[in-house]
Structures are given as structure tokens and as C-alpha cells.
């Protein structure tokens, strides 16, 4: 450490500096007037004897901070070199103590194996001990308990088997009713397709072109009953199709068509046969509405959607909403046009040899023919008629004969108007009521029997075929051949027969035969009141 001399240096400069003032050549005048020049002299020499005792006293406490910061150094080696004396001392000492360490660290070692050496040894012969003890205690249990549970297993075992019977039998009853229910569904589903398919026409007095099956009807609505329970947003396009259904045979038609709407909505994905099941169920209704211009967009729209599929189902469906369309057209009175569609259907499908869609063609025929009678054109009335009977007749199915015996028994009927229109032509009046009589009596023979016609579109299909061979008889002058099939016609069709027959007396009148007839009718009609 060096002692800032420079400092001491400063301070005696400062000290001095007054008194060199005093001595200057340039202050003598102030000077002069107070001191003389040896008082002065005497002055400097005292100051310079300060100096110098200042220098000295200077001196020696320079040599006393040099031997003191010697001193300070000696200490400070002294020191340093007792400080790496302690650090060595340090360094041995912590070799010592990790040797230490690792002599306490294996012989906890060795004394935590002894230990579990020896509380393995203890567990082992405590174990082997226990298995005897338990073994023993174990086989004396099962030889006093043996019986007891052997009991008990059996009746568990009986329990257990019982039990899985049980489940077996739930399981298959819980089958078994959905089973039964997938069938009522889709019987009832079939049921309702049966009598959707019923026209809301008639295509002459007193005939209906279908009627309701009141037994499939009845089981419609049970259906419909049992859907109460269930919320109607889970119903099924079926279901909501089933519903539809029967509030159309309940005569809640706008409910009807908003089922069956709702059946198209929830039936974007299903099958083609179920779409245009649903679309027909929509066009029955519109119709049953007398909105007959929604109705036949539909029919268009089921022709245009599904012409090309070759299910037959679907086919039998187009094939009829085209016979539709065209009594939508006679309901709006353009026969024409009536008469254009049932041309095309028999175009679509006169040589399909699907049976329900050969029964739609013939049934189209027989409605064509009916409405050009309607307009006056007999000849081609009686010319589609033929065409009917000559192109169905090996058919016998139970649908298609019923249209043939009506093709057959209009045949007839316009033969018997042509004899009267040409009465006085002996020959050609013979002739259309030879024709006339061999219609009738061969639509008679594709009748359904008398005591096999329980449903009332037969029994009034044979009445009327039996009127009208009976008033053919007649004007051939066979009065006594006409009796029988005449009562058999009012026995089967009762007055409705009756007053068919009597609105045909009042076509192109023929007096006095027309009268005597009536004068029959009569006889017999009473005759079965009584």
C-alpha cells in the first residue's frame, strides 16, 4: 500500500502561499509600510525552519508508513500461506470423510442384506408354516363342510340353469313379439296399399271400379290404434303411410294427405317401390279432394321418376296412376284427353306380362271403350270391347276375369242398343242381338257361381250380366227363356238392378216391347217381395 504524499504537498503549498505573497517584488509598497526588510528576513528563516521541521516530521512518518505497510505484506504472506496450510488440512480432511462414507455405506450394505436375509428366511418358514397350519385347517373344513356344500352347489347349479332357461325363454318372447310386430306392421302396411289402390270413380251407375275390403280396413285401423303410443316424430315412412291410411277410409282426408306427405319427407332413402307407394297414397287423396290437376302432376311425376324401374311392383304402380289420370281427366270432362291416356298405357304396357299390370291396360281398355260410348262413338266402343275380350279372355285371374265379364256385359249392352237403333232392319237387328246374346251369355260364363259371389262387386257383375241377357231374350221374343236369368238378376242386385234396368229401358225407347218388359221387371220384383 503507498502512503499519497501528494496530498501532504498540496496542504504545505497551500500553507505557504501567503507568505510568498508577502515576499514579492511587486507588493513592496504595502509591505514597506509595516515591516522592515530584516524583520522580514527573520520571518523567512522562521518559516523555513517550519518547513523544515515539516519536511522532517514528513519524512519520518513516510518511513513509519513504509515499515508499516512492510509489516501489512508480511502479515498478508503469512496469511495466504496459512489459508493454503488450512485448505490442504480441508481437502485431507474430506478425503477422509468420503472414505468414511463409503465404509458406513457398505456396511449398511451388508447389514440391510443381512436383514433381509434373514426376514426372508423368517417369512419363508412363517409361510411354509401357515400353508401347513392352513392346509390342515383347510381339509378339515372341506371334510366337515364337504356335504353341506355340495348341496348348496346343486341347488346353485339348479338356480343358474333356471335362470338361463328364464333368460332363454324372454329372449325369444322379446323376438317373438317383435317379430309379430314386423308382420302386423307390414301386413297392415300391405292391407293399406290393397285398398289405397280403390278409385274414387265410377264408370257406370251403380259400379264402382273397386270397393273397400271392410275387414282390411278394420285391420288398418287396428294399426293406426296402436300407433297412439307412439310419439309421431319416431314413426316410420310406413307408419306414417299406415295412419294416412285409415283417416282416408275415415274421411279425415287433408289429415290423410299430410301423413302420407309426411311419409314422402321421412322417405328420401327408401326404395323406389315404398316412394311411389307413398306418392300414389298423396294422389288418391288429391283426387278424393276433387283436386284433380295435383293429382295428375303427381301421376306425371310418378311416370317421369319411375318409368325405366323393372320391379314389377313399381311398374304395376306407374301402370295405374296412368288408369288414374285418366279418370282424374273424365272427372274434369276432357274425355279426349281421358281417351289419349289410356291409349298411351296400353302403348306403355299392353305387352307387360306382369298380371297387375296387364289387369291396369285391361282396365284402361274397358274405361276407354266406356268414355267413347259416352261420346256417341258405339262402333268404337264395341271395337275396344273386342279388343278387350280377344286379347284377355285366357287370363283367369280373379281381377282380370271381373274385367272381362264387364267388357263382355258392355259389348252386349251396345249390341242391344245398335238392334234397337236399327229395329226396323230386320236382318242387321238380328244380327247385333245374335252378337248381343253371345256376349252376354259368355260374359255370364265367366261370372263368379251365384252361391260363390259373397263379395258385392261379383254379385252385382253377374245381376247385371243376367238383366241384360234376360232383356236380349226378350226382344229375340223369347219372353219365357228371360224370366229366369231376369230373377236371378233382381234376386242378386236387388232394387239397384231394378232401377238399372230401367235406365236402360229409357235408351232409344222401343214401344211397345220396352213397355211389356218393364211390365216384367215388375211381375218378378213383386213376386220376391213377397
Not at 285391420?219 to 285409415?246: C, M, Q, W
Not at 282416408?248 to 294427405?257: D, E, I, K, T, V
Amino acid at each position: 500500500m503507498t502512503f499519497p504524499f501528494w496530498r501532504i504537498r498540496f496542504f504545505l503549498l497551500l500553507i505557504l502561499l501567503p507568505a510568498w505573497a508577502v515576499a514579492a517584488p511587486d507588493g513592496p509598497a504595502k509591505a514597506a509600510t509595516t515591516l522592515t526588510s530584516s524583520e522580514q528576513q527573520a520571518r523567512i528563516e522562521q518559516l523555513q525552519e517550519r518547513l523544515q521541521a515539516l519536511e522532517n516530521d514528513l519524512q519520518a512518518q513516510k518511513n513509519a508508513v513504509e515499515i508499516m505497510a512492510a509489516k501489512l505484506e508480511f502479515t498478508r504472506g503469512g496469511i495466504d500461506s496459512r489459508m493454503y496450510d488450512f485448505s490442504n488440512l480441508l481437502s485431507s480432511q474430506s478425503t477422509h470423510t468420503t472414505w468414511v462414507g463409503n465404509l458406513v455405506a457398505i456396511g449398511a450394505i451388508i447389514s440391510t442384506l443381512l436383514v433381509f436375509v434373514g426376514t426372508f428366511a423368517t417369512y419363508v418358514s412363517t409361510g411354509n408354516r401357515a400353508k401347513r397350519e392352513a392346509r390342515g385347517v383347510a381339509k378339515k373344513w372341506f371334510a366337515e363342510k364337504t356335504d353341506h356344500l355340495e348341496q348348496e352347489i346343486e341347488v346353485l347349479l339348479a338356480k343358474a340353469e333356471a335362470a338361463q332357461e328364464s333368460i332363454a325363454s324372454h329372449h325369444d318372447k322379446v323376438l317373438s313379439d317383435a317379430q309379430t310386430a314386423s308382420k302386423v306392421m307390414q301386413d297392415a302396411t300391405a292391407e293399406a296399399q290393397a285398398f289405397m289402390r280403390v278409385s274414387k270413380a265410377k264408370e257406370q251407375p251403380g259400379l264402382e271400379v273397386n270397393q273397400i275390403d271392410t275387414q282390411s280396413s278394420a285391420f288398418v285401423h287396428r294399426a293406426n290404434e296402436s300407433l297412439k303410443s307412439k310419439p309421431e316424430k319416431d314413426f316410420t315412412p310406413d307408419e306414417h303411410y299406415i295412419r294416412g291410411a285409415s283417416l282416408y277410409h275415415s274421411g279425415n282426408l287433408q289429415a290423410a294427405l299430410d301423413s302420407f306427405e309426411a311419409a314422402l319427407v321421412h322417405a328420401t332413402n327408401a326404395p323406389s317401390v315404398d316412394q311411389v307407394k307413398y306418392l300414389m297414397a298423396r294422389a288418391f287423396t288429391l283426387d278424393a279432394l276433387h283436386r284433380y290437376d295435383e293429382a295428375n302432376a303427381t301421376y306425371d311425376q310418378i311416370d317421369e321418376r319411375f318409368s325405366q324401374d323393372p320391379s314389377d311392383a313399381v311398374r304395376e304402380q306407374v301402370a295405374t296412376g296412368l288408369f288414374n289420370k285418366g279418370i282424374s281427366l273424365g272427372e274434369l270432362g276432357q274425355f279426349n284427353q281421358a281417351i289419349a291416356v289410356y291409349g298411351y298405357l296400353d302403348y306403355r304396357f299392353g305387352e307387360d306380362s306382369a298380371p297387375q299390370v296387364r289387369e291396369q291396360v285391361a282396365k284402361g281398355l274397358f274405361n276407354k271403350g266406356y268414355k267413347l260410348g259416352k261420346q256417341g262413338k258405339i262402333e268404337d266402343e264395341i271395337a275396344v270391347y273386342d279388343d278387350v275380350a280377344r286379347r284377355f279372355s285366357p287370363e283367369y285371374t280373379p281381377a282380370m276375369r271381373s274385367h272381362l265379364v264387364r267388357a263382355l256385359n258392355h259389348l252386349g249392352v251396345q249390341q242391344i242398343r245398335l238392334a234397337k237403333a236399327n229395329w226396323n232392319e230386320r236382318a242387321l237387328k238380328h244380327q247385333h242381338l245374335k252378337a248381343a246374346a253371345a256376349a252376354l251369355e259368355r260374359a255370364l260364363s265367366q261370372c263368379v257361381p251365384e252361391e260363390s259371389a259373397l263379395i258385392r262387386s261379383d254379385q252385382y257383375d253377374r245381376a247385371s250380366v243376367c238383366g241384360n241377357l234376360a232383356y236380349c231374350l226378350f226382344l229375340s221374343d223369347e219372353q219365357h227363356a228371360a224370366k229366369e236369368p231376369l230373377h236371378a238378376c233382381l234376386k242378386l242386385g236387388g232394387h239397384e238392378l231394378l232401377d238399372a234396368q230401367r235406365a236402360h229401358l229409357a235408351l232409344n225407347r222401343l214401344e211397345p216391347q220396352d213397355t211389356q218388359f218393364d211390365g216384367l221387371l215388375e211381375q218378378i220384383w213383386v213376386g220376391l217381395q213377397e
